[in-house]
């Protein structure tokens, strides 16, 4: 099954740029900005910059002016959105199921976090050539993950019902990271063509229905609701994701921003089921008055590095 998003990236990517947003926004120079970049690829894994977005509308997979591609396009957001997305994954005890059973990310999180942000890129930047290998390649490890869930159901990461709500819960984490914490104002009628976009995403996947617009995803979640739960194995991955992977004492600070960013995207149901909340006015007045601060001091930096293409 996959585990979407760059839990080890955000450490290391959030280590590489913790102690210098103001100084980089005050002015560095290209080839500063150029080293720092190479810098950060370094850390999270990654040796060269990425291939050029396929931009013929008759050969890429997604629209190349579309909506997804500007979401996407924007790191500090996708890294938000990713461990936002990941901490609302546990709650699905079939889908938890498959990643604690069949999955190494405590021991090896930057190469599969590396291989899972690949397929992002892949789906979303490639030509419809690149995106369908991808997708045949997560196909064949989906057919290898199934078993028997700790509450004695059979899961398989085949099963439709769970590749839309990996699909679900992944896209409405970076939409909302996108419209919470992003440079641009994405209208409703954007929201609703970003989930039309990326829904043959998850068709091609495997899923039978995902939703298409804001009003179904909320529908989704409503319907879905009473099946989630924060079993053994969703504290145990709340934890480690809690911890993170960062051992420096500024990636950890800038680790810890992030994570709060992420918790502060969840559905209150979500927070106080993962036992993230303490109160939800609470909740508010602190997402409000430390998490956003920090978040666009840290983002400033990030986009400084790796700006978004421009609008448009």
């Known amino acids: 099954m996959v585990l979407p998003q760059p839990l080890a990236r955000a450490g290391a990517l959030g280590g590489a740029v913790a102690g ?23 850390a999270i894994g990654i040796g060269d910059a990425p291939a050029p977005p396929a931009m013929d509308p008759e050969a890429a997979y997604l629209a190349p002016d579309g909506v997804a591609r500007m979401v996407h396009a924007d790191l500090p957001t996708m890294l938000i959105g990713g461990i936002s997305a990941l901490l609302l994954q546990t709650l699905h005890p079939l889908a938890m199921a498959g990643v604690a059973e069949h999955s190494n990310y405590q021991e090896d999180p930057l190469g599969r976090l590396r291989r899972t942000a ?7 930047f490639g030509s419809a050539q690149q995106a369908e290998l991808a997708i045949a390649q997560v196909q064949r490890v989906h057919r290898r993950v199934h078993g028997t869930a700790p509450d004695g159901r059979a899961y398989s990461a085949a099963d439709p019902e769970l590749v839309t709500f990996i699909h679900v819960a992944e896209v409405t984490s970076f939409l909302q990271s996108a419209r919470r914490f992003g ?16 829904a043959p995403v998850a068709l091609a996947l495997g899923a039978t229905w995902v939703p298409r617009t804001t009003d179904e995803a ?22 480690w994701l809690r911890r993170g992977v960062a051992t420096r004492p500024e990636e950890r600070a800038a680790y810890a921003v992030l994570l709060s960013a992420a918790v502060s995207l969840l559905p209150h149901w979500a927070r106080k089921e993962l036992g993230l909340s303490v109160v939800e006015p609470v909740d508010l007045v602190i997402d409000m008055v430390a998490v956003a601060p920090l978040v666009r001091t840290l983002s400033a930096g990030l986009r400084w590095i790796f700006p978004p293409p421009p609008a448009g």
């Open 118 to 124: 690949d397929f992002v890129g892949l789906t979303t």
């Open 218 to 239: 909320e529908s989704y979640f409503l319907r879905i609701r009473p099946e989630l739960y924060a079993g053994p194995q969703a504290r145990q991955a709340r934890d």
């Open 20 to 42: 210098t947003p103001l100084r980089l926004v005050g002015g560095l120079a290209a080839p500063a900005r150029a080293g720092m970049a190479r810098n950060v690829r370094r």
């Open 183 to 198: 440079p641009r104002t994405l209208t409703p009628e954007m929201c609703d063509r970003y989930y039309d976009e990326v």
